[in-house]
């Protein structure tokens, strides 16, 4: 990720189902209080999982 958020990771999971997977994520922290961080935060992890 290029920038720096300060956010804490409260939860990780994995599920497979069959041959599909899904992880999810509980994420907490200041930040997500604002719209825009929140919006940055989603576009940062949507490109490092297109990557």
Not at 19 to 33: I, K, N, P
Request: hydrophobic residues 45%; without cysteine.
């Amino acid at each position: 990720m290029g920038a720096f958020f300060h956010a804490t990771l409260q939860f990780a999971k994995v599920t497979t189902l069959g041959e599909r997977v899904e992880d999810t994520f509980l994420v907490d922290g200041a930040e997500l209080q604002q719209n825009r961080k929140q919006i940055e935060i989603e576009t940062e992890l949507l490109e490092a999982l297109e990557a």
